[in-house]
């Protein structure tokens, strides 16, 4: 199997560390509350031509879908924010509602995930949303709770993301299988030769797994091909129930890196998709959960994603030092200055806003210089 040598495995997580680094984030849009199940984010930052920085998340309120939506706002807004001095601040841009987000007969219940990406001078935003009036198939059509729904991912386009308040949402992803029926979370991965892949997050029917798929647009093509649904496997030990997969990112070609390449994959992981019961005298750590996530890190070389290898198997890498220790929806902008990284981040109150974490070029590229043998797989 084609696997680096232990030695670079550790520098891989060094770095992924330094990217993700919980003490060094400061706090760059908070939630309406602070308390638990509260939060922003779940989106991504993205650069312009002209070196601004675009941030897209959603606001999440208390809600709990295990007895319909209506128990709370749960997913109410998708904004937009733009950053003129490189992530000093950000400034509000535009707002979309759950109205505006409809599509068709659609009325949306809650907007989850979102995504966005530049392609020849347009932008494109993906957001997920949980829809009414899907359904769920004959076999399975029991388990559709009252007041819950579907969640597909739709796509908006337009010549700029002000445009894009007066685009309308067009369903890209959506499933029928009871396996991966309901499909949310993307995240866009644009690699050096212009092909583009879409990685999103599946649940099967009864929301007991949490899984990572995706689909592949060639270079120059409009459209995507079809969906893979099992791209990414879930693991087997804290990350057994959920593996969803956040952002990917090409490590620098410097140093024992410079001769091949090397992708890292974040991911956000749990034990089980709702809390577990410890023993009184079991060992107490974070154990992720659906909403209370944990980090993760894989990697792949040379773009073939068919072997991904986790760095970090039997424990979660990335824990917050507060509250329940959920460090989730990881994003990474490599930009020519810097990387930004932003991600929820769990506080001693419950909430989780979106915190950031600038890493300067040179420091990365520093820290990824040093001696040692050639870079190959064992």
Not at 53 to 81: C, E, K, M, P
Not at 94 to 106: A, I, N, P, Q, Y
Not at 194 to 200: A, E, K, R, S, T
Not at 262 to 289: K, M, N, W
């Amino acid at each position: 199997m084609d696997r680096l040598e232990p030695v670079w495995e550790d520098r891989l997580r060094q770095f992924a560390c330094q990217l993700v680094d919980q003490q060094r984030a400061r706090i760059i849009v908070a939630p309406t509350e602070a308390r638990s199940g509260f939060w922003f984010g779940g989106g991504n930052l993205s650069e312009d031509r002209r070196g601004t920085l675009h941030l897209v998340g959603r606001y999440r309120d208390q809600g709990d879908s295990r007895t319909g939506i209506n128990a709370g706002r749960r997913g109410w807004q998708l904004a937009l924010f733009r950053s003129t001095d490189r992530g000093e601040s950000f400034t509000p841009t535009l707002r979309f509602s759950k109205e505006d987000l409809t599509v068709g007969d659609h009325g949306v219940l809650s907007i989850e995930g979102s995504a966005l990406a530049w392609s020849d001078g347009r932008v494109e935003l993906f957001v997920s949303t949980e829809k009414s009036g899907i359904g769920y198939p004959a076999e399975v059509a029991s388990f559709l709770k009252h007041g819950c729904g579907v969640w597909t991912i739709d796509r908006i386009e337009a010549p700029s993301p002000e445009a894009l308040a007066h685009a309308r949402p067009t369903t890209l992803l959506a499933s029928t299988d009871p396996t991966c029926l309901h499909v949310k979370d993307p995240s866009v991965y644009c690699e050096a030769s212009g092909h583009v892949w879409l990685m999103f997050c599946s649940h099967p029917y009864g929301w007991t797994s949490s899984n990572t798929g995706r689909v592949h647009r060639a270079a120059g093509q409009p459209r995507f091909g079809p969906p893979c649904f099992d791209f990414f496997p879930r693991g087997r030990t804290w990350d057994v129930a959920i593996a969803r997969g956040t952002c990917i990112v090409d490590v620098p070609r410097v140093g024992v890196f410079r001769d091949r390449r090397v992708s890292l994959l974040f991911y956000d992981g749990g034990e089980s998709i709702r809390p577990l019961e410890e023993h009184t005298q079991a060992v107490r750590r974070p154990r992720g959960s659906s909403c209370e996530e944990l980090g993760g890190v894989a990697y792949f070389l040379d773009g073939d994603p068919s072997q991904i290898h986790r760095l970090s198997d039997l424990l979660p890498l990335f824990v917050s030092p507060w509250g329940s220790g959920s460090s989730r929806y990881v994003d990474v902008l490599a930009a020519a200055d810097a990387f930004y990284v932003t991600w929820q981040q769990a506080q001693s109150d419950g909430s989780q806003p979106l915190v950031l974490n600038r890493l300067e070029r040179t420091e990365v590229e520093r820290s990824l210089r040093g001696r040692g043998a050639p870079l190959t797989p064992r």
